[in-house]
């Protein structure tokens, strides 16, 4: 009687190489994006038109972003941080280092240096959201939630330095909040770089030292 031969385990699918390429893929979507919101302009920029750029299916683009305000808020997101990896911003280098200095006045000066060192990839997209935002209810939303996050993320700073004791006396953490929400703005970097011509070192160097000023 023939011995029976155990079948063969199946191997377990291997799933890296698409992962990999589906990043690749959501890569390339988001500059392609990026790179016509900025050339056309957020109403005149299409789903298609990305889709078309990326030689991926307009269903895959819909897939990734779910919309368009959708494709316009993760391009921000990446601006902001640099790349599209799941690390939350409190846990970014940058932040993390930030925190851990001792000094005040060195701790607000890197920020200013930080927020001139991540401006032309940040401000160009944010005025699109914030232009768009005024015609249009989806960048209208997307802005209203950007403004919410950096919000949240200038109370999470006012009270690292309240708590560190690093406030100047009389200051509250709400006022250095409102301060910090003032000069690291969209609005400013646009009147001092874009309309008057400032190099993004002179604006970043001039943040930093008004945040010195007013809060220490």
Known sequence: MPRKVKPEPKRAYDASRRRLQAAQSRRSMLAAGRRLFLEHGYANTTIPMVAAETDVSVQTVYKAFENKPGLLKAIVDVAIVGDDEPVPLMEREFVQRNMAEPDPRVKLLDYGAHLAE???????????????????????????RLQAERLT????????????????????????????????????????????????TRYGRWVGNQLVAALL
């Open 118 to 144: 991540i401006a032309s990839r940040v401000q160009p997209i944010l005025l699109v959201v914030r232009d768009a935002g005024a015609v249009d209810a989806g960048a209208a939303e997307v802005w209203e």
């Open 153 to 200: 993320g200038m109370t999470y700073f006012a009270r690292h330095l309240q708590a560190e004791r690093h406030l100047r006396r009389g200051v509250t953490a709400v006022e250095a909040r409102d301060v910090l929400w003032t000069y690291n703005s969209v609005e400013v970097w646009d009147l001092l770089v874009r309309q008057r011509g400032w190099s993004t």
